[in-house]
């Protein structure tokens, strides 16, 4: 008899634990809850009794908090990014496209896979900014409503125009009016990521699944649906199954749409609010169909032929991840300039040959064509205009709708 | 002639070893300052930062001040106690599984593996060798749906049984009740094997052979001499297993589901997704009171008082 071999993960498996664990952005790991209360409770400030340890509040400061720029006698920039989120060579372990920025301009990168996680990273920096000090990073990359946040804390600078003209000119049009960063004063998108729906044919045993609707409704698929424990992510899909517009919407049209969402985990039919590992539950078919990351599902088509996605005909939710300088960064001028060598055509084309998220540049569809002819046709990557039409993107939220509302999703989700 | 010699001027009093016997007094404390030291900075301060946090009010902007709003901690109950009760629940069912497990297990390897006895005790400590969430990732694709385990419980009618005692859904043995109490099972039973282990251990072979030759049959010389010498590996055992696992979220978050949730999750979200600091703090304090409570009160009951 064959041996069954629980251990033995394929390539994929191990790719979404990786990520699930490492680079999720949803990722969740004892270190992380560890190292963020901790830094949470560091930033409880002052030692001794009680009473002394308030946490003081944010300097809010419109603009941002610049240092003296290094940029002239200091040639390097900082750079924070998520794990395997930039181009490498075969050897893994250099960045040709850092590297080709660095001989054009002399200015060295110091390149740091340092952020796992949106809330672990913030818990992480938010001692330093809070207390107007400088992080030792120039660029961070996070996501859009984290980096909406930083931006209402006043923990990041405004970015110079003249040193971004490529940025300004080659940004696509989904990207450029987000409604926490109006014109892009204060940061840049890096990528951009979908959330889609997407399904195991295999598991779906042909039930058909159109819309959100029948991954909430449909009894067949009782306890075989995942949905994402990002909120903007799941509570917009729903949104958009609802025609409402997750650009709009009221607090009564969120409450409606948690309710919504209520009756189906009553019912049964979600078996799991996940992070990046519904990637598992999906390729297994535990999941027969789940909401999911445009990114990933590229990815596991290309192993799996049973994963197959769809864009429902409401529309789809887009997020960035955007770069931001933060407060007091040393190297201010040499990280805009490489904020705008990434929207250069050619680096944005290598970028995104490499990790099949949602290109944020125009003009980069030739460019991929040289090197991947396949990417450059996946609307995934680069959205066509039908695809950009159906994109929708969750408004900014208030501090106090960002608490009410992230209450309501955790209750949800059950804790 | 005689000559009286004087008598020799007594001779000083030795001294005495003040400077040796002074370093001795204080070599213990000067041997405890790193462990002292380090209780203070990692577990001192931080349970006083949470206290504080536990009545702080306020936001992220506006900052948070200490107004003794004492009423989150009742808040906090009344809101999240059916993850308190099912943490206690679960961990409580997991350490009945790993004492049932690991006991046997452990007799065996202190009184009948011979030369077997090391390989065993690898094979006990080999999982800590690998990642907790890989294993526990491992668990999902062992308990998948479409898996043998879960086609054969099923042609079994097992889980029909299960289901209908309420702790599995449907024909699914992951998120469920009974895969997240068998994850935290898995995943603490070497904690109850170690201790048991080295309290059977140390048990004197000969007290057998006595209760043998005082006619008591196997089964007595269980009742009345192994298990009672074994008490304090029991005791540890089972705080080592319950404790953790009363705050572990992991299992719950990879094999559960929505209704599996446990008070760590709860914490968890709340410090970082909702950024409720004072609730979560304060979720943390109730815990470790609750788990406070409830070992002393096992304790006591049990009667222990040397730990291993």
Known sequence: MEQYEPDRLSAARLAAVRRSFRNGRAALTRRSLLRASAAGVLAAGGAGALAGCGIPAAGTTRGGVPAQDHSQEEKTVNFSNWTEYMDVDESGRRHPTLEAFTRRTGIRVKYTEDINDNTEFFGKIKPQLAAGQDTGRDIVVLTDWLAARLIRLGWVQKLDPSNLPNAFTNLSAQFRNPDWDPGRAYSYPWQGISTVIAYNKKALDGVEVKTLSDLLDNAELKGRVGLLTEMRDTVGMTLLDMDKDPAKFTADDYDAAIARLQKAVDKGQIRRFTGNDYTADLTKGDFAACLAWAGDVVQLKADNPDIEFLIPDSGYMTSTDALLIPNKARHKTNAERLIDYYFEPRPAAELAAYINFVCPVDGVKDELAKIDEDAANNPLILPDQAMQAKSRAFRSLSSEEETAFEEKFAKLTGA | ?308
């Not at chain 2, 213990?28 to 949470?50: H, S």
């Not at chain 2, 030369?115 to 062992?142: E, G």
């Not at chain 2, 209908?164 to 998120?175: M, N, P, Q």
């Open chain 2, 1 to 308: 002639m005689t000559t009286v010699t004087e008598a020799p001027p007594l001779a000083p009093a030795p001294p005495e070893p003040e400077p040796p016997r002074r370093r001795g007094r204080w070599t213990p404390y000067l041997l405890l300052l790193p462990g002292l030291l380090w209780l203070l900075v990692f577990f001192a301060l931080p349970v006083v930062y949470q206290a504080s946090t536990s009545v702080q009010t306020g936001s992220l902007e506006e900052g948070y001040q200490v107004t003794w709003h004492v009423a989150t901690y009742w808040e906090a109950l009344s809101e999240y106690w059916p993850q308190f009760v099912r943490s206690v629940l679960y961990a409580a069912s997991a350490t009945v599984l790993c004492l049932l497990l690991g006991y046997p297990l452990a007799y065996l390897i202190a009184f009948r593996a011979g030369r077997w006895r090391n390989l065993i005790m690898i094979l006990v400590i080999a999982p800590f060798f690998t990642s907790f969430l890989i294993r526990t990732l491992a668990w999902k694709t062992i308990l998948a749906d479409g898996g043998p385990v879960v086609g054969a419980l099923d042609a079994l009618h097992v889980l029909d049984v299960t289901a209908w005692l309420g702790w599995t859904a449907g024909d699914r043995v992951l998120a469920t009740p009974l895969a997240v109490v068998c994850g935290l099972t898995y995943n603490f039973l070497p904690f109850m094997i170690l201790p048991l282990y080295t309290s059977l251990e140390r048990i004197d072979p000969r007290l057998h052979e006595a209760a043998n030759d005082l006619y008591a049959r196997p089964s007595t010389t269980f009742r009345k001499v192994t298990f009672p010498l074994s008490m304090p590996g029991v005791v540890s055992g089972t705080l080592l297993t319950f404790i953790p696992a009363t705050g572990d979220y992991v299992n719950a978050d990879l094999l559960g589901s929505t209704d599996t949730r446990m008070v760590g999750n709860v914490i968890q979200s709340q410090f970082l997704r909702v950024l409720d600091y004072p609730t979560a703090a304060a979720l943390s304090f109730i815990l470790m009171a609750a788990i406070l409570i409830m070992v002393t009160l096992y304790i006591r009951k049990s009667g222990t008082e040397d730990l291993v």
